[in-house]
């Protein structure tokens, strides 16, 4: 399958897929908008169109069972299968309105008693109903019973295709390495370029198509030459302009100017071909075959040109031009010339296809002319091959030393280019030529769908930086992530198409995604789900809008504090987003009444498994009901203390004084003692110990400290501070000024300017601040020195000056000082008097 037939199925995928969404999306305004019939709904199927299909279907059942119709006859089959499956799907909710009606009295009429008979007219009323209700399902029933019958049959003529699409890849044919072959071929290249030139020469003769000629010879000159100029020169004029703008300043702006520019490479040959194409048609020269031929090479040269665009950026010449792989400048030089090969290769593969369709050559023929094609596609595969490999054995490993997952895909990628590589000319050496081409071509077509994919995954990226400004924060933004994901998927039906799969089996897989999965009794569809996401988006918005006007118009005209505003905020947004949920799951029609029992079992293991989380939750609802604590208190919890600067439903963020965060589970502030320093206002308590010297004058210190408590401004007058005279302690006489402060959490910054203050006015009046002393007595010294004796009367061996100045270096100094584990037993003396180890002197 070459890409020029994939690309009119890709435009007809794409099309229907965006009419399958819209499908989706669009919601029925009013009656009167919809398709004629009661209510608004689709009138039911009447019986000639029953009749009408019922021949269809038999002479569907007749062709799958013979299996003796061409492709095209089966593709022509199943499209109007497919037209009758939609029509009876579309007839499956035919009186859906009536029946619920009818359904509905029944209900209200209860079900039939099991004994005793009910009242003449209840019993005429129920039969009644039941018989209208068995009237109005019945179209219904037989639109869902065609419905099935039309989808077994488009099944079966799907497998009837994949059997036929995978015999002939098995398929054996005459081997291109037997000389036989070779003649015969070359026999049939020279009659189709005799045929070709006869063509030519005919319509020449004809002297109205000379006419013809002549009469357009003047615009046939001003194409060609347009062509030309485009064809040879185009090119390299856009490859320049791109160059030039990369190689100066370097920025996201110049990358996407470039990258614009630099799909004139494209553009401007393909229209050359083109324009050369029309010109052969406008000269009516040509002939069938020639003007086919021409039509062709505007597929063949855009394949082409593709191809040298892709190895532009996979093996570029400038470095910011991206997608650079890690091998040296030769190697990717080397890659550019193989690039160009394999686009070569490819246009010529799909003319030689085109000639084949048109001549009817036989398998020989086909084999020898499309076996070369297969041998030099392989090869420079195989060199690709190489250069993925080395790719990604130069990637830098994990942290860990572990290759990296983007490494082991690119090995993986890189070793099945080179076994397929190889297999698929072996394939077609020995008669598989099916085969041969499809793995050898089809995985080309995918290395350049990857390339492609991989160059729209950078466009992403610099259209984020050019927005964002922040080339660092690209990086590891979510956005073009989610994007780039969304181009993976979006590709994934190309490469279903490239490796075989038909645009009938995209259609089949996206028509059961379209109708959606049942879970228990619950059809969850796209459609469903689409609806769910828009409700509850539109009701999370709202909340927020709501919230937002409570809290900046409403809330501050009360009484209520900063916490209970909060606590307000904070309910509405739990409420509102319970409320959008639910609303969401009604609207889009889920029942949820099948998973209450799956929920019930479900909840038990949860509670015990996220019974912390569920704590915390409550507490946290409860934090907000009560407000022992609100944002802005100064708060001391398990050891920590800080202000509060926010409270979730699981937890409360607490700012120390070192600026650090300290994220407490609420469960601990409602289980926990906790002290609040600034509940309900910021009047707090401070105790300043103060200790002077024995001899001094204690009411002259009480009144010092008397005053150094009064005249700092924060300190509250009434009630007025006090200085207590607290105890006789072991080295001081030991004060507290108490005093009650205006803002508890200045409370440092007044101890320390009271701390300055009674130094200085302690040195003014000669007022001593004692500190602490300890004197060490030796009661025996002569016992160290008796312990010191046998160590000097040893001989010593005589040493040279390097080695005592060695033994120097490596002896450790003594302490100037003596501890108790230092001396002998009884040698210490700690209370002072002398006589060692507390014994009277």
């Known amino acids: 399958m070459s890409l020029s037939r994939i690309f009119p199925d890709l435009t007809r995928l794409c099309a229907s897929l965006f009419i399958l969404f819209l499908s989706i999306v669009a919601l029925p305004l009013d009656g009167a908008a919809q398709s004629p019939g009661e209510a608004g709904e689709p009138p039911a199927l009447v019986a000639s169109d029953y009749d009408e299909w019922e021949s269809i ?27 009758w499956r939609s029509r009876f799907e579309t007839a499956q909710s035919a009186n859906s309105a009536a029946i619920s009606a009818v359904q509905a009295q029944l209900d209200t009429l209860g079900p039939a008693p099991e004994e005793g008979e009910e009242p003449e007219a209840l019993a005429e009323q129920r039969s009644e109903l039941t018989a209208r209700l068995e ?101 390299g004029w856009i490859e320049r302009l791109a160059l030039s703008v990369l190689d100066q300043k370097q920025s996201a702006a110049r990358w996407l100017f ?37 039509r062709s090479m505007v597929g063949a040269g855009t394949l082409f040109f593709f191809t040298r665009w892709l190895a532009a950026y996979v093996f570029p010449v400038s470095e910011r ?46 084999s020898v002319l499309l076996f070369p094609l297969i041998v030099v596609t392989g090869l420079f595969l195989l060199r690709v091959a190489r250069f993925l490999i ?32 190889v297999l698929g000319p072996a394939l077609a050496a020995v008669g598989y030529l099916q085969a041969g081409q499809a793995l050898t071509f089809r995985m080309l077509y995918s290395l350049e769908l990857l390339s492609f994919l991989l160059i729209l995954q950078k466009l992403v990226g610099e259209i984020y930086v050019v927005f964002t400004g922040d080339r660092e924060r690209a990086s590891e933004a979510l956005l073009p992530v989610l994007l780039s994901f969304a181009l993976t998927v979006a590709t994934l039906p190309v490469f279903a198409l490239i490796w075989g799969a038909r645009r009938t089996d995209l259609g089949e897989a996206w028509a059961q995604f379209r109708a959606g999965f049942d879970i228990g009794d619950t059809h969850i569809s796209p459609g469903d789900f689409l609806i769910f996401v828009l409700v509850f988006v539109a009701g999370y918005a709202m909340t927020r809008l ?20 909060n606590a307000v905020i904070s309910g509405l947004g739990y409420v509102g987003i319970f409320l959008a949920a639910l609303i969401a799951i009604t609207t889009a029609g889920i029942d949820l009444s099948s998973l209450a029992i799956v929920a019930g079992a479900l ?115 009434n009630p007025p501070p006090g ?58 010294p002569e016992t160290l020195r008796e312990a010191s004796q046998p160590l000097a009367s040893q001989p010593v061996a005589p040493q040279s000056p390097r080695d005592s100045e060695a033994k120097a270096e490596q002896t450790p100094l003594r302490p100037s000082h003596l501890t108790q584990d230092d001396l002998p037993d009884g040698s210490a003396d700690t209370d002072g008097d002398g006589d060692g180890g507390g014994g009277d002197r």
């Open 546 to 565: 709501l919230q937002g006007a409570m809290r900046t118009s409403v809330l501050p005209k009360t009484k209520l504090d900063k916490g209970g505003q």
């Open 321 to 366: 031009a991206g997608l650079m792989l890690q091998i040296s400048q030769t190697q990717l030089r080397e890659g550019r010339v193989y690039a160009n090969v394999l686009g070569l290769v490819l246009a010529l593969y799909v003319l030689t296809r085109e000639a084949i369709t048109l001549e009817g050559w036989d398998a020989a023929t086909r």
């Open 603 to 717: 909840s038990v293991g949860v509670g015990f498994g996220l019974q912390t989380i569920v704590s915390n939750f409550v507490s946290g609802i409860i934090l907000l009901i009560e407000r022992p604590i609100s944002e802005g208190d100064w708060i001391e919890v398990g050891g920590q203390m800080g202000f509060v600067r926010s409270i979730s439903v699981r937890s409360t963020r607490i700012e120390t004084f070192d600026r650090t965060d300290v994220i407490v589970p609420n469960a601990d502030l409602i289980s926990n003692q906790v002290t609040n320093w600034t509940r309900g206002n910021l009047i707090g308590r401070l105790i300043v110990p103060v200790g002077v010297a024995y001899g001094s004058d204690t009411r002259k210190v009480q009144k010092i400290l008397q005053d150094v408590a009064e005249e700092q401004p924060l300190v509250l007058l």
């Open 258 to 294: 470039s990258f614009i520019v630099s799909l004139g490479q494209i553009a401007l040959p393909v229209t050359g071909l083109a324009i050369l194409a029309a010109a052969g048609t406008t000269s009516g020269l040509l002939g069938l075959r020639g003007e086919t031929i021409a």
């Open 135 to 235: 009237e109005l399902a019945s179209p219904a029933r037989r639109a869902e019973i065609a419905y099935s019958r039309a989808d077994a049959l488009i099944r079966s003529i799907d497998a009837n295709l994949r059997a036929r699409q995978t015999q002939a890849l098995m398929e054996i044919g005459p081997s291109p390495l037997d000389p036989s072959h070779w003649p015969g071929a070359l026999e049939d290249v020279a009659t189709f370029a005799a045929s070709l030139a006869g063509d030519v020469m005919d319509n020449w003769n004809d002297p109205n198509q000379r006419q013809v000629f002549r009469q357009n010879l003047p615009v046939i000159a001003f194409l060609v030459l347009l062509a030309m100029v485009l064809v040879l020169r185009g090119r």
């Open 57 to 83: 279907a038999q002479r569907a059942e007749d062709a799958i069972e013979s299996d003796r119709a061409s492709q095209e006859a089966f593709d022509q089959l199943r499209a109007e299968l497919v037209d």
């Open 390 to 421: 080395l790719h990604g054995r130069a990637e830098p490993d994990d942290e860990d030393g572990a290759r990296s997952f983007r490494q082991q895909i690119v090995l993986a990628l890189g070793r099945t280019v080179a076994l397929l590589a």
């Open 723 to 780: 200085v207590v005279f607290t105890a006789f302690g072991g080295d001081s006489l030991n004060f507290e000024i108490r005093a009650i402060l205006r803002d508890v959490t200045q409370i440092l910054d007044v101890q320390t300017e009271m701390h300055h203050r009674i130094a200085e006015r302690f040195r003014e009046e000669k007022i001593e601040i004692p500190f602490a002393q300890r004197d060490i007595w030796l009661r025996n």
